[in-house]
C-alpha cells in the first residue's frame, strides 16, 4: 500500500496544475495541452539570446576562463524549465524553474564577484567558488520546506548583486560602462514591475483584459541578464585581465543604442607577453 501511495504521491508533483503559483495569464485559452500559452512561448526568448551571448562573449571568456560560458548554458536550461512550468504549471516545473534561476545567479558570483570583496578568510577564487557552492547546496534543499516564498528568496539575491555592482560602479568613470549599467538597472526594475503588477494586480489586468505581463516580464529579465552580465564581465575583465585592453561595444552596430553589448579585448596574448 505504502508503494501505491508514495508513486502516487511522485506521480502528484508532475501533473498539471500541482503547483501552489498560478500566473494571471487564462489556462488552456489557446491549447487543451498548454496551461499558459503566452508564458509557455515567450520563455523561448532564452533559447535565442543565450546562443548569441555566448558567442559574443567568447573571446573574452577564451581569455579568462571558459567556466564564464557556464552562466548562459545554465540559462538554456531557464529557458527550458520556464517553458516546462508554464505548460503544466506543475510543482516539478516550479521547482526546477526557480532552481535553475539560484543556479544562474551562484554561477555569476563564482565567476565574477569581484576579488576585493571576498570575506577575510577566502584567499582565492576557487575556495570562494566551493562556499558559492555549499550556500547554493543548502539553498536548494531548504527550497522545498516553503517553495512559495523561494521566488522572493532570489529576488534578494538579486537584491543584493545589485548592491555590489553599485559598490563597483561608484568610482567607475567609464561613460559607455556608465550608460550600459543605467540600461541594466532599467529593464531590471521595468521586469520586476512587470512581475509584481502580474502577482498583484491580476484583477485590474483582466478587467483591461492583458494578461501577458509574466511572458512580458521573461524578455525583460533575460535582456536585462544580456546587459548586466556584459557590464560585469567587462568590470571583471578591467580587475583580471587588464592587459588585454578590455573594451565595450555593440552589435550588430557599435552607433546603435539597443543592440547586444560585448566586449571586444583590444590588446592580444602576444603583447602580454612582450611587456
Ligand atoms: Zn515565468
Known amino acids: ?42 520563455s523561448f526568448i532564452f533559447f535565442i539570446i543565450a546562443p548569441i551571448m555566448l558567442y559574443l562573449l567568447h573571446p573574452y571568456a577564451r581569455e579568462r576562463s571558459l567556466s564564464i560560458h557556464l552562466v548562459w548554458i545554465m540559462m538554456i536550461f531557464v529557458g527550458l524549465f520556464s517553458a516546462y512550468f508554464h505548460m503544466t504549471l506543475s510543482f516539478v516545473g516550479q521547482m526546477l524553474d526557480e532552481l535553475s534561476i539560484l543556479w544562474v545567479l551562484a554561477l555569476g558570483y563564482a565567476v565574477w564577484f569581484p576579488r576585493k570583496m571576498f570575506p577575510s578568510f577566502i584567499k582565492d577564487r576557487s575556495s570562494f567558488s566551493r562556499l558559492v557552492l555549499v550556500i547554493t547546496i543548502i539553498s536548494t534543499v531548504s527550497s522545498f520546506v516553503k517553495p512559495t516564498a523561494n521566488a522572493y528568496a532570489l529576488n534578494c539575491f538579486g537584491l543584493h548583486l545589485l548592491y555590489t555592482l553599485v559598490v563597483e560602479m561608484r568610482c567607475c568613470m567609464d561613460q559607455k560602462a556608465l550608460r550600459l549599467a543605467k540600461m541594466s538597472v532599467a529593464l531590471w526594475i521595468l521586469a520586476i514591475t512587470c512581475w509584481i503588477s502580474d502577482r498583484f494586480g491580476c484583477s485590474f489586468w483582466q478587467k483591461l483584459n492583458f494578461c501577458y505581463l509574466h511572458g512580458v516580464w521573461h524578455i ?3 535582456m536585462a541578464v544580456a546587459y548586466g552580465s556584459t557590464l560585469v564581465a567587462y568590470l571583471d575583465a578591467n580587475n583580471e585581465i587588464p592587459y588585454s585592453l578590455p573594451g565595450l561595444h555593440y552589435w550588430p552596430c557599435d552607433k546603435w543604442a539597443f543592440g547586444f553589448p560585448h566586449i571586444v579585448l583590444k590588446g592580444t596574448v602576444k603583447t602580454q607577453k612582450q611587456c
Open 1 to 42: 500500500m505504502g508503494g501505491v501511495c508514495s508513486s502516487e504521491r511522485i506521480a502528484g508533483v508532475f501533473s498539471y496544475e500541482s503547483s501552489e503559483i498560478d500566473w494571471c495569464e487564462d489556462n488552456y485559452k489557446h491549447s487543451e495541452h498548454v496551461a499558459e500559452y503566452f508564458n509557455t512561448m515567450s
Open 220 to 222: 525583460l529579465i533575460v
